[in-house]
C-alpha cells in the first residue's frame, strides 16, 4: 500500500494505520462495526469516469458514440447508480429489484437497460412500464413474450438480441459467457445450412411490428485481461450485422460489446488499462466494419467489476488464530475474521486471489504464511487462500482485503443465518451508509412460519 491493488486514496500513516479518502479504519470499525465493506466513492466515481471519457474519446477518433452502461450486478445501491448517472453513466440491470433500485435513485427509464435470461412477466412489465431505454432478450420464446406484453399495453419494446460469438475469453468457466454451451445469448454459428439461432432471432425481432431492433449484445466474459476477445466478438458481430443487412436490408443502429475489464487482485497484478483497451477495440472495429464495407453503428459497454472492484475493501477483525502444521516443514497460520463465505463467496466458488493486511497497526515481525478463513461451517470457507501476514498477528487485529467492491456484497448470503455486513462510503475524511448492516431480527423476521 499505496498502489494496487487497494483504492487510490488507501495510505498507511506514520503508525502503520490504514486510511482510505483521509478516513482511520479504526474509527470505521468503531462507529460501524466490522464485518463492512468501505468503498471509496472517489475512486469509484473516478473509475466510471475514466471509462467513459477513454471510451468517448477513442470512438470519437473512429467517427463512432459510444455509451457506457455502468452493470449493476457487480455492486448496486440507489447511491451508487446516482453516482454512476452524474458520472455521464447509464445503468445495466438484471433483475426486476436491480431496475427498481436504478428508478428510485432517479435514473429515467430510457437511461436502464434490462438483462436476464429468464426475465419473469413482472420484471418484463416493469421495463415495459417505465419506458426502459432496451431490453436485452436472450432467447427465441423472450422474444415473442417481450413482444406480446408490449402488444398488451400498447407500446412498442426497444430491445437487443444478445448473440454468442464463440469466443473464449475471461478468468474462471463459470464467469465464461460466449462459449456455445452455456445458457445465454442465441449462437452466431449456423449449422447445417441453416440460419444461426442468432439470425433467426433478429429476424423474429424485425417480424414483430410491437418491437424495435434496437441492436445486437455481445458478453463474452468476466476478469479479461487481454483486449483481442473483444476485437475478436466484434467482428463476429458486425458479420452478424451484415449478413441481416444483406438479408433484409436493415443495419441495426447498435452493437454492445459488453462488460469483463480485468482489473488486479493482488499485489504485482496488471488491470486492463481503460485508454488503451478503449483504443485497442476502437481501432480493431474501425478495421472490421471497413473490410465488411459497413458503415460504423452506435457501441455501448457496460462495464462492471473494473468500477466497482478495485475502490472497495472489506474490512475484518481478527479472531481465532491457530498454527497448523501442514508437512514437516510448513506451519500454516489459520486466522478466522469474523466474516467469510456469506459476504465474499468468490474465493469457495472460483477459486479467486485476494491480498490482506493487517490495517490497524504497524508490526515488525516476520512475515508468517497465512490463510485468513471465515467463521462458517465449512472447510472451503476461505477469504483469502495465501498471504504472508506478520507473525505476531492476534485477535483483535483489523484485517483489510483488497478489491472486494465487485461480486461481494451483491453475491452475499445468510449462510448460517449469519447478517450481510452493511455498505459504507469514504469520502472527503467522512463516512457515510449506502446499505445498513443486516440485524438478526432482519432474519428471523423473514421467518413466518
Ligand atoms: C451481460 C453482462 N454485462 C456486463 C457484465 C459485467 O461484467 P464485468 O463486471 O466483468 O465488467 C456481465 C457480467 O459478467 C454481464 O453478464
Ligand atoms: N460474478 C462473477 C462475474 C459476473 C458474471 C456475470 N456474467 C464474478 O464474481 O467474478
Not at 169 to 198: C, M, N, W
Not at 370 to 392: T, Y
Request: glycine share 12%.
Amino acid at each position: 500500500m499505496p498502489g494496487e491493488p487497494w483504492p487510490r486514496s488507501a495510505r498507511r500513516d506514520g503508525d502503520g494505520v490504514v486510511h482510505v479518502a483521509g478516513v482511520d479504519v479504526r474509527e470505521v470499525a468503531a462507529e460501524h462495526g466490522t464485518p463492512a465493506y468501505l468503498v471509496d466513492e472517489a475512486d469509484m466515481r473516478g473509475r466510471a469516469r475514466a471509462y467513459r471519457t477513454a471510451f468517448e474519446a477513442a470512438f470519437a477518433e473512429i467517427g463512432a458514440e459510444v455509451d457506457v452502461y455502468y452493470a449493476g450486478k457487480a455492486f448496486l445501491s440507489t447511491a451508487v447508480a446516482r453516482w454512476m448517472h452524474a458520472e455521464g453513466l447509464r445503468i445495466d440491470t438484471a433483475s426486476g429489484a436491480e431496475l427498481l433500485t436504478a428508478l428510485r435513485a432517479g435514473v429515467p427509464g430510457a437511461d436502464i437497460g434490462l438483462h436476464g435470461n429468464n426475465k419473469s412477466d413482472a420484471e418484463i412489465a416493469r421495463a415495459l412500464d417505465e419506458g426502459v431505454g432496451r431490453i436485452i432478450v436472450d432467447s427465441l420464446a423472450e422474444i415473442e413474450r417481450v413482444a406480446d406484453a408490449a402488444g398488451a399495453r400498447g407500446v412498442t419494446a426497444p430491445v437487443m438480441v444478445r448473440v454468442t460469438t464463440g469466443v473464449h475469453a475471461g478468468g474462471h468457466e463459470y464467469i465464461a459467457t460466449a462459449h456455445e454451451d452455456q445458457k445465454f445469448g442465441l449462437s452466431v454459428t449456423s449449422r447445417e445450412g441453416a440460419d444461426s439461432p442468432a439470425l433467426a432471432g433478429l429476424l423474429a425481432v424485425l417480424a414483430r411490428p410491437e418491437l424495435t431492433l434496437q441492436g445486437i449484445h455481445s458478453h463474452i466474459g468476466s476478469q479479461i485481461l487481454d483486449a483481442s476477445g473483444f476485437a475478436a466478438a466484434a467482428h463476429r458481430v458486425l458479420e452478424l450485422r451484415g449478413t441481416l443487412a444483406a438479408r433484409t436490408g436493415v443495419l441495426v443502429d447498435e452493437v454492445d460489446l459488453g462488460g469483463g475489464y480485468g482489473i488486479a487482485y493482488l499485489p504485482g497484478e496488471v488491470a486492463l488499462d481503460p485508454e488503451r483497451v478503449a483504443k485497442e477495440i476502437a481501432t480493431a472495429v474501425a478495421d472490421v466494419a471497413a473490410n465488411l464495407g459497413q458503415p460504423l453503428p452506435r457501441f455501448s459497454i457496460e462495464p462492471g467489476r473494473s468500477i466497482a472492484g478495485p475502490p472497495g475493501t472489506t474490512l475484518y477483525t481478527v479472531g481465532t488464530i491457530k498454527p497448523v502444521r501442514v508437512d514437516d516443514t510448513t506451519t500454516r497460520l489459520y486466522v478466522s475474521v469474523d466474516g467469510g463465505m456469506s459476504d465474499n463467496v468468490r474465493p469457495a466458488l472460483y477459486g479467486a486471489a485476494y491480498h490482506a493486511e493487517i490495517a490497524g497497526r504497524l508490526s515488525t515481525a516476520p512475515p508468517a504464511l497465512a490463510r485468513v478463513v471465515g467463521k462458517h461451517c465449512e472447510s472451503g470457507d476461505i477469504v483469502v487462500h495465501d498471504v504472508w501476514l506478520p507473525a505476531d498477528v492476534r485477535a483483535g487485529d483489523l484485517l483489510l482485503v483488497a478489491a472486494t467492491g465487485a461480486y461481494g456484497r451483491s453475491m452475499a448470503s445468510n449462510y448460517n443465518l449469519v447478517p450481510r455486513p452493511p455498505v459504507i462510503a469514504l469520502a472527503e475524511g467522512g463516512t457515510r451508509v449506502l446499505v445498513r448492516r443486516e440485524t438478526e431480527d432482519d432474519l428471523l423476521g423473514l421467518d413466518v412460519g
